[in-house]
């Protein structure tokens, strides 16, 4: 398994940005799948994006799409989740995770980190 250590959480107001990093040990960063997963309070962890092992292709939950972009550095075995036009219901706890093939339900993800807080004020 690779270890995953989540960062960039933060308060931010209403239309503002933030930029997630997700940072993995191990030699094996590329062969993952990444994915980042949020959980809001009393929520069920959702999906947020995913992207594939070279970076090539990307898919995002509808919620976000058009102001989420994920992308990966596999040459500093890093994966990004920046968020741009960022509301109130963006607000949770956000996970990064790792899997072995390409899909987007949490049970295809093995790895997990401890996630960070994103709070967007109103």
């Known amino acids: 398994q690779v270890q995953l250590v989540e960062s960039g959480g933060g308060l931010v107001q209403a239309g503002g940005s933030l930029r997630l990093s997700c940072a993995a040990s191990g030699r094996a960063f590329s062969r993952y799948v990444m994915g980042w997963f949020r959980q809001a309070p009393g929520k069920e962890r959702e999906f947020v994006a995913a992207?594939?092992?070279?970076?090539?292709?990307?898919t995002y939950a509808d919620p976000v799409k058009g102001r989420f972009t994920i992308s990966r550095d596999n040459a500093k075995n890093t994966v990004y989740l920046q968020m741009n036009s960022l509301k109130p219901e963006d607000t949770a706890v956000y996970f990064c995770?790792?899997?072995?093939?390409?899909?987007?339900?949490?049970?295809?993800?093995?790895?997990w980190g401890q996630g960070t807080q994103v709070t967007v004020s109103s």
């Open positions: 995770a790792a899997g072995a093939r390409w899909a987007v339900g949490r049970e295809d993800f093995g790895s």
């Open positions: 992207i594939n092992w070279t970076g090539g292709f990307t």
